[in-house]
């Protein structure tokens, strides 16, 4: 099975839920932009981004083949392999997982960078209204820094989000095929080819995901194939605060403790009820 063929002709999307909550509220624009209110979870700038990904694939059958390869990680809870023979025989491992990165700040009244932490698939489903699509649920940990390295909730920012799916094919080198055991003649024209193909891609042969649809790095003991899709999901993001909370100190007789008020209100930064 040439997974990746069936995987680079897949479409990749976002869509909103239609259900909107306080962890992640998405929308569609008049403009067609995705807009995406996702809050902060304290003061140190920590932001959880929730992505309702789909992957459509052109029929029921080529999605099937991917997964019965166990390309997906978690498994759709809602699919269970056709074959009796458990997944088909091969010397290669596949996997799907989701890149993020932030192309743009801005909004904020400060100079402030927002880095991606990390990038997870929660969990998978096929879709229930079509079932070529894969239904991809998918959070990415964000946080927020000022300048002078401060971490901090800063109000009013915005990013435009950029989300590629990419797939990742791990093969087992063949002895005969190490560089231990080839020829010095052998070795120069390995390192003749992998030169030249760092000259045509423009950047190093060991280099991560680059603007090439697929890259491939060698080592002695493997061969990884990454292939992404080349047209990924672009949204806008926009941090808010759910609630303001304060908290002051209470005059008066404390008969030896501390009392302390805290105020919990709305932040007024968006329409959902918290």
């Known amino acids: 099975?040439?997974?990746?063929?069936?995987?680079?002709?897949?479409?990749?999307?976002?869509?909103?839920?239609?259900?909107?909550?306080?962890?992640?509220?998405?929308?569609?624009?008049?403009?067609?932009?995705?807009?995406?209110?996702?809050?902060?979870?304290?003061?140190?700038?920590?932001?959880?981004?929730?992505?309702?990904?789909?992957?459509?694939?052109?029929?029921?059958?080529?999605l099937d083949k991917v997964l019965e390869l166990g390309c997906i990680h978690p498994m759709p809870s809602n699919w269970s392999s056709s074959s009796d023979n458990?997944?088909?025989?091969?010397?290669?491992?596949?996997?799907?997982?989701?890149?993020?990165?932030?192309k743009m700040t801005f909004g904020a009244s400060e100079a402030v960078m927002v880095t991606v932490e990390s990038v997870s698939i929660e969990s998978s489903s096929i879709s229930d209204t079509d079932e070529t699509i894969l239904c991809l649920n998918v959070r990415s940990d964000l946080r927020v820094v000022k300048q002078g390295d401060i971490v901090s909730s800063v109000a009013g920012v915005k990013l435009n989000f950029e989300v590629s799916a990419i797939l990742t094919k791990v093969q087992a080198t063949r002895p005969t095929e190490s560089k231990d055991n080839l020829s010095e003649v052998a070795k120069e024209r390995?390192?003749?080819?992998?030169?030249?193909?760092?000259?045509?891609?423009?950047?190093?042969?060991?280099?991560?995901?680059?603007?090439?649809?697929?890259?491939?790095?060698?080592?002695?003991?493997?061969?990884?194939?990454?292939?992404?899709?080349?047209?990924?999901?672009?949204?806008?993001?926009?941090?808010?605060?759910?609630?303001?909370?304060?908290?002051?100190?209470?005059n008066g007789p404390t008969m030896g403790h501390s009392w302390i008020a805290v105020e919990i209100q709305h932040s007024n930064t968006h329409s959902l009820t918290v």
């Open 86 to 102: 458990g997944p088909p025989a091969t010397n290669a491992s596949y996997s799907v997982s989701v890149e993020a990165r932030v």
């Open 190 to 250: 390995l390192s003749l080819a992998e030169g030249l193909h760092a000259l045509y891609s423009g950047r190093p042969q060991e280099s991560k995901i680059n603007s090439l649809s697929s890259t491939t790095t060698r080592s002695a003991s493997n061969v990884i194939t990454k292939t992404k899709l080349a047209s990924p999901v672009i949204c806008q993001v926009n941090l808010l605060h759910a609630i303001n909370v304060s908290a002051r100190t209470m």
């Open 1 to 62: 099975v040439d997974v990746a063929s069936l995987f680079s002709t897949c479409t990749f999307v976002c869509e909103p839920s239609t259900t909107a909550s306080v962890a992640n509220a998405a929308k569609v624009s008049s403009s067609s932009t995705l807009m995406i209110d996702s809050f902060y979870l304290d003061s140190a700038g920590r932001v959880q981004v929730f992505l309702p990904l789909r992957l459509k694939f052109a029929s029921r059958e080529e």
